[in-house]
């Protein structure tokens, strides 16, 4: 069992900047691919970044990219989305998810989930 534990939301202006990060409690990440997940208030939850097990290889929704970095650090079981550039419509929900090796833009193969932290950018 992985437990996930987000932190690091707020509210920033827009062209701001927020650093997420997703802590993890049970078991050791370094196998598990990391991904970042959103959801806006009456909208389905949606790709934002994702990272392989080993941070080699990093995939990001297109909306983001450019402007959202992911990064990890097994030796402190931490993975951290860098959002810069912060838009209105980045306000969301935002959610860490693992699953075992590959990194994925479906949600439905990831298996453990953080309980979310809320990032709201005004304009």
Same mark, same amino acid.
């Given at each position: 069992?992985?437990?996930?534990?987000?932190?690091? !939301?707020?509210?920033? $202006? =827009?062209? @701001?900047?927020? *650093?997420?990060?997703? +802590? #993890?409690?049970?078991?050791?990440? /370094?196998?598990?691919?990391? !991904?970042?997940?959103? $959801? =806006?208030? @009456?909208?389905? *939850?949606?790709?934002? +970044? #994702?990272?392989?097990?080993?941070? /080699?290889?990093?995939?990001?929704?297109?909306?983001?990219?450019?402007?959202?970095?992911?990064?990890?650090?097994? +030796?402190?079981?931490?993975?951290?989305?860098?959002?810069?550039?912060?838009?209105?419509?980045?306000?969301?929900?935002?959610?860490?998810?693992?699953?075992?090796?590959?990194?994925?833009?479906?949600?439905?193969?990831?298996?453990?989930?953080?309980?979310?932290?809320?990032?709201?950018?005004?304009?």
């Amino acid at each position: 069992q992985v437990q996930l534990v987000e932190s690091g !939301g707020g509210l920033v $202006q =827009a062209g @701001g900047s927020l *650093r997420l990060s997703c +802590a #993890a409690a049970g078991r050791t990440l /370094s196998t598990y691919a990391l !991904g970042w997940f959103r $959801q =806006a208030p @009456g909208k389905e *939850r949606e790709f934002v +970044a #994702a990272i392989t097990w080993s941070g /080699s290889n990093t995939l990001y929704a297109d909306s983001v990219k450019g402007r959202f970095t992911i990064s990890r650090d097994n +030796a402190k079981n931490t993975v951290y989305l860098q959002m810069n550039s912060l838009k209105p419509e980045d306000t969301a929900d935002y959610y860490c998810a693992a699953r075992r090796f590959r990194a994925s833009m479906n949600s439905d193969e990831y298996v453990y989930w953080g309980q979310g932290t809320q990032v709201t950018v005004s304009s």
